[in-house]
């Protein structure tokens, strides 16, 4: 599969998680970054935002969304496993930030290719 075909599949995912998020949830819900260039990455990294210079969002595979529950900003991993849960379980390739081992990122939903 080309990589356009993944980031088109990747972002049918997002739009179906969004619905989700949005109208089934009830939750506000607002972008973050889908694209991230090399020199953001590195300042992540070096600042300990992230931990991988590896990053999806390189490929345009990966988005960080805002969800608020009842007008809060919500980063707590158990406020959000429903939704990490949706998104894993749209296609077996979407992993959520949320239920990584090294570092918990909970914003963040991507698909993971290579």
């Known amino acids: 599969m080309k990589l356009s075909d993944h980031q088109f ?3 049918q995912d ?3 998680l969004i619905d989700f998020i949005a109208n089934v949830k009830g939750y506000k819900v607002t972008g973050g970054e889908l694209f991230r260039p090399e020199e953001m990455q ?4 070096n600042s300990g935002r992230s931990k991988t210079m ?4 390189f490929l345009r595979c990966a988005i960080d969304l805002n969800i608020f529950i009842n007008g809060k900003l919500v980063y707590e991993k ?3 496993e429903e939704i990490g849960v949706f ?3 749209l296609n ?3 992993r959520w930030g949320g239920h990584f081992k090294s570092f918990v990122d909970t914003p963040h939903f991507e698909r993971n290719v290579k």
Request: charged share 35%; no cysteine.
């Open 92 to 94: 077996k390739l979407n």
């Open 87 to 89: 998104w894993e379980n």
């Open 14 to 16: 997002v739009a179906v």
């Open 42 to 45: 590195r300042i992540y990294f």
């Open 78 to 80: 158990e406020k959000l």
């Open 54 to 57: 590896e990053s999806k969002h």
């Open 9 to 11: 599949e990747f972002l």
